[in-house]
Nanobody, 109 residues
Framework: QLVESGGGLAQPGGSLRLSCTTS????????MDWFRQAPGKQRELVAK???????TYADSVKGRFAISRDNAKNTVYLQMNSLKPEDTAVYYC?????WGQGTQVTVSS
């Protein structure tokens, strides 16, 4: 099970931090991802962090978003800065064994 938190409403140019926590697994050995799905669009990969800490990003968020992990807390984070209205979507945490329930991020003035 993956439990997400941290979504909400932000103004353009603002910031939000998403968290995704799990338990009962050896979290540190797994790659973790954040996806998002905007209304009427397909779910897309936003950011990925490997078990070794290597990160990759969608071109649309490079330089603005940062994925990180704290293996001691079984948690992966998505720091989102310089938010744009087009970042509005439901954001999902993903692991090889599960999807999170999704958390709404809305960017609007």
């Amino acid at each position: 099970q993956l439990v997400e938190s941290g979504g909400g409403l932000a103004q353009p140019g603002g910031s939000l931090r998403l968290s995704c926590t799990t338990s009962g697994v050896i979290f540190s050995i797994y790659d973790m991802d954040w996806f998002r799905q905007a209304p009427g669009k397909q779910r897309e990969l936003v950011a990925k962090i490997t078990s070794a800490g290597t990160t990759t990003y969608a071109d649309s968020v490079k330089g603005r978003f940062a994925i990180s992990r704290d293996n001691a807390k079984n948690t992966v984070y998505l720091q989102m800065n310089s938010l744009k209205p087009e970042d509005t979507a439901v954001y999902y945490c993903h692991s090889p064994w599960a999807w999170g329930q999704g958390t709404q991020v809305t960017v609007s003035s």
